[in-house]
């Protein structure tokens, strides 16, 4: 059934490339191929949106949170995430406002901090879709890996390339179109995977996992042991928010969908639609059934090491409804995917916009740029898929951590100095190195896990930044 699912998606990628090639659009202009003719609808960019920001982490890594923290961690998994993103919209608003289209970070950081900060970031935004791209990876593969005996190694490595080719055959138009076909995937699937999972055969692991989840929510909220629970759900959050926006801000495919429309506001409006008001509840509901079917089958017990192979292995290997596996392995697959070729085409147009330039030192021509991103997204693909084969059996909600600690440097120094210009030099670079090794130096010192990567992150977030602002005359800037 694996490799079934796998034909389909197959079928589905080259019906677009026929379609979109058959109407010329691999022949308009590089920038048009680049954003779609920079017009899309409100409703298509909403839906497409969802479907970018829906990452096999949503739903694993919220489930996750949930086994470890209580039904209460699926919601702070998505709250803080969202507001993480909001604070990603209000800066991508300042951005399109200021520098018109197309922009992207390296934009800010080149006119706000230094002309090397602006390689710096450049290289951070590959870094981050590389990052999101593993995840993505990691998580399908490891699903059809043990639902369906699929070869982990051969699926990932078929599944990057594939996407890649087809990014590189149809622009954003074809990422768009596979990201409303996607969209419409993830819903139903998910609708029919509730209903199943509420109501059908499997219906009493669920009643019984609640009835466990609410009993440990009374049992956390009695007497003295609330202000200790409430408190690690409140760090959580913080720790989610801090990747929230790492994650949205850092990543060029965010950036790039705020210049799909001609109206800054009404871009940033379609993405908040999309990515925060429809996106939570989806992953508030689902992660929460599913944690509760796994307490039903775990008995309440937390694993050590626990890991997405368990995680799957428990909730969906034992279940004899063929049904079940196969909506969650559709499920799986209609998400990473989307977000795959999102952030392939966020690497191919930031590379190929300001890249080009930067590596080359030359201005060059439309064809020339394109050129230089298309070589770069195929050398970029087969790297992300290198990393992933090292991957198999590893838990996403760490990896998120992780990465969340790294990558919350670089974006705490925009998000401290995106109205203030500084003459910093490279001093920016060297702050943020100092933020993140001090960031893991507090993660690993600190010996509580629940607040060790709290304060990892918030060392990580905030030192950068405060290095620079005593380091460095500030002058306001009136726009």
């Not at 799986?332 to 330039?357: D, E, K, W, Y």
């Amino acid at each position: 059934m694996g490799a079934g699912i796998l034909a389909v998606q197959a079928a589905v990628l080259i019906l677009l490339v026929i379609f979109l090639r058959r109407r010329g659009f691999h022949t308009v202009p590089f920038q048009d191929f680049l954003f779609a003719g920079g017009k899309v609808p409100h409703t298509v960019l909403t839906l497409t949106s969802f479907a970018n920001w829906m990452w096999t982490t949503s739903i694993l890594g919220a489930t996750e949170a949930g086994i470890t923290y209580g039904l209460l961690g699926c919601v702070s998994y998505a709250v803080g995430a969202s507001f993480g993103f909001a604070m990603t919209l209000g800066l991508l608003r300042y951005g399109r406002r200021h520098y018109g289209r197309p922009f992207f970070l390296s934009d800010l950081a080149r006119d706000r901090l230094s002309r090397s900060s602006e390689y710096f970031f450049l290289g951070i935004g590959v870094l981050m879709a590389a990052y999101t791209m593993v995840q993505q990876l990691v998580g399908v593969a490891n699903v059809f890996s043990m639902l369906w005996n699929c070869s982990y190694k051969f699926f990932s490595v078929l599944l990057v390339l594939g996407a890649a080719l087809f990014v590189l055959l149809t622009g954003m138009r074809g990422v768009l179109l596979h990201d409303l076909i996607g969209c419409f995937t993830i819903l139903l699937t998910l609708a029919a995977l509730l209903f199943l999972m509420i109501f059908g055969g499997e219906a009493h692991l669920f009643q019984e996992g609640l009835g466990m989840a609410l009993t440990d929510f009374r049992t956390s909220t009695r007497g003295g042991a609330l202000s200790s629970f409430l408190a690690g759900l409140c760090f959580y959050m913080l720790v989610m928010i801090i990747l929230g926006v790492s994650e949205t801000l850092l990543d060029p495919v965010f950036a790039l969908r705020v210049n799909l429309m001609e109206d800054a506001d009404q871009a940033v409006s379609s993405v908040r639609m999309g990515c925060i008001w429809i996106w939570t509840p989806v992953v508030v509901i689902t992660s929460c059934v599913l944690c509760c079917v796994w307490r039903a089958r775990m008995g309440g017990d937390l694993p050590e090491g626990l890991s997405t192979n368990l995680m799957v292995e428990v909730l969906f290997s034992g279940v004899n409804s063929f049904a079940l596996r196969s909506l969650f392995s559709c499920l799986m697959l209609a998400i990473a995917f989307t977000t795959v070729t999102n952030s392939l085409m966020g690497v191919f147009a930031l590379m190929s916009l300001r890249g080009h330039s930067l590596v080359t030192g030359e201005e060059g021509t439309p064809e020339s740029h394109r050129r230089f991103g298309s070589l770069f997204l195929l050398m970029f693909a087969l790297f992300c898929g290198l990393i992933v084969l090292s991957l198999d059996n590893i838990s996403l909600f760490r990896i998120n951590i992780v990465c969340g600690i790294f990558f919350a440097a670089p974006c705490g120094i925009l998000l401290f100095f995106r109205g203030i210009p500084i003459r910093a030099g490279r001093f920016p670079i060297l702050a943020a190195i100092v933020g993140v090794v001090v960031g893991v130096l507090v993660w690993m010192r600190v010996e509580d896990s629940q607040y060790s990567l709290l304060f990892g992150a918030m060392a990580s977030f905030l030192i950068p930044a405060i290095l620079i602002g005593f380091s460095q005359p500030l002058r306001l800037e009136h726009d």
